[in-house]
């Protein structure tokens, strides 16, 4: 049985504890690109909340001591109201006995007293200012006493007078009472109010707080998870355009860099079969001109009589061997030439080019055939600058060119029109010719097509001229197509304008 590895220094590692820490750490970055938008929304979701669940908890509180207040206002209110009431009723009373001595209205006043002390504590409970409240309790024990001295003989008017001073002192005390508690009510509701304010500013600063906090969270995962999706598309790009000889390889969440780890697979299959066509280029060329060339150096051999005289039906037949010969010859190297051009148009080297400097080196080169032919040719809005590959695009031009030149009458005009238009680049060339029968328009691009109107002093083309056209403006991005025209052929090329750039002249 297999012995346990123990993790530790022992075995030259970190300890189980830093394993663990790595392994969570990298843990992250296998999750996928779902859980990292969960993890997103749900952090911005929890600070919103928080600020939310924050400001109600704020609101809630406000509102309870807002409510606690006004019921406190209120009670302090009906006690003071009382508590006069308890004053009349102790002054009817002491009244009475001073003139009846009667217990039993003694014993009245008592009662009243006694609730009037029992009204007092609760004001007292009430946080209210405890020196009013003495004073009123210290004025009633002053009534009392003087009750007391009713038993005792003496003038009873002046104990009459002396005990309506002392309840009209009681009755300035209820009232001062009165105006301490408006006073303490009113500075509740200040402190209340200046609760609301704060607890507003504090609302208002975690409110931005979150806020801020969560533009902060959806930015920096807006940033984390658009740059795989940047180098993703940036990788689509270079297989899009043939460029096979850079790795794919990003980091982010697994599942993208699953895919990375996809299209780099077929980056590298892309490449295989990008060889494979190349090697099959090559084989087939070899093994079809090989046999080809025997062929007609056979053929040349019979026609020159190196195997014995012929006659004039052998030598007819040997005349029909030679020009089919050259014929399929002539068609297996166009059919090379087309396959290596569609081969070779997704292999592009863009780089800024004045777009009419380019035509006008296409004109240049094929300047002694549509001189022979007494021809004029212009170019118009130019200078425009573009971003492509300008062999391959200058090929284009010529074939172009050449087709124009083919079909034009002597004397007759070529023109190439510049202009740029809802984000593009256009290419207009138009000749003087017969133009396209209605028959050929929708084929006029197949590779080998020749159409039914042919110049009748040029040779007759192998019809892979404008295919080869087409290849090249595709791998740029752009289209070409045949428009409608009264005199002779219109062909427009559209660029987009992604890798377009106009000339300072023009900008």
């Known amino acids: 049985m297999p012995s346990r590895r123990r993790c530790g220094p022992a075995h030259g590692g970190h300890p189980c504890g830093a394993a663990l820490h790595v392994g969570l750490m990298f843990g992250f970055f296998r999750i996928s690109f779902r859980q990292v938008l969960l993890i997103g929304f749900l952090l911005i979701a929890g600070l919103l909340s928080a600020a939310s669940l924050g400001a109600l908890l704020t609101l809630e509180r406000l509102t309870v001591q807002g409510r606690e207040a006004v019921l406190r206002a209120a009670r302090m209110g009906t006690e003071v109201q009382q508590l006069a009431e308890r004053s009349i009723s102790m002054e009817r ?92 009510t009113q500075q509740s509701n200040g402190s209340l109010q200046d609760q609301l304010e704060s607890g507003r500013v504090k609302l208002g600063q975690q409110v931005v707080a979150a806020i801020v906090l969560s533009v902060l969270l959806a930015m920096a995962f807006g940033f984390w998870l658009t740059r795989p999706l940047r180098r993703l598309e940036q990788a689509i790009v270079r297989l899009g355009e043939n460029r096979l000889e850079e790795p794919i390889d990003f980091r982010g969440p697994a599942d993208l860099q699953s ?22 280029l090559r084989h087939i060329s070899h093994e079809l001109k090989t046999p080809l060339a025997a062929l007609r150096e056979g053929v040349s051999l019979l026609e020159d009589e190196v195997a014995g005289a012929l006659n004039d039906k052998q030598r007819e037949v040997a005349r029909i061997l030679r020009d089919n010969t050259a014929v399929l010859q002539r068609q297996i190297e166009d059919l090379l030439r087309f396959n290596a051009a569609a081969f070779e148009a997704r292999r592009l080297q863009r780089q800024p080019t004045e777009l009419a400097s380019l035509i006008q080196g296409s004109i240049q080169a094929q300047r002694l055939q549509w001189q022979a032919r007494n021809l004029r040719i212009t170019v118009e809005g130019g200078p425009q600058e573009i971003e492509v590959d300008p062999d391959k695009l ?112 023009h900008a």
């Open 93 to 184: 009373a002491a009244r009475q006995y001073l003139v009846l001595e009667d217990r039993s209205l003694r014993q009245r006043f008592e009662d009243d007293a006694e609730d009037a002390e029992r009204l007092l504590q609760q004001l007292r409970e009430q946080s209210l200012q405890p020196t009013a409240l003495d004073a009123w309790t210290t004025k009633l024990a002053e009534i009392r006493n003087l009750l007391d001295l009713v038993v005792k003989p003496g003038p009873a008017r002046r104990k009459e007078a002396d005990l309506t001073a002392k309840f009209r002192e009681l009755s300035a005390l209820t009232a001062q009472l009165a105006d301490r508690v408006r006073q303490h």
């Open 259 to 280: 895919l990375g780890q996809r299209l780099d697979w077929l980056r590298l299959r892309l490449g295989e079969l990008d060889a494979d066509k190349a090697r099959f």
């Open 394 to 505: 200058g090929a284009a031009f010529g074939n172009l060119l050449s087709n124009a030149i083919r079909f034009a009458p002597p004397g007759g005009g070529i023109r190439f029109e510049l202009s740029r238009r809802d984000g593009h680049l256009l290419i207009d060339l138009s000749d003087d010719g017969p133009g396209v029968a209605p028959a050929d328009q929708a084929r006029i691009f197949e590779p080998f097509y020749r159409g039914e109107r042919q110049p009748e002093d040029a040779l007759r083309g192998t019809g892979i001229g404008l295919s080869i056209v087409k290849e090249y403006i595709a791998a740029h991005g752009g289209q070409i197509d045949l428009l409608p025209s009264e005199r002779g052929a219109h062909f427009r090329i559209s660029l987009p304008c992604s890798h377009t750039h106009l000339s300072p002249a």
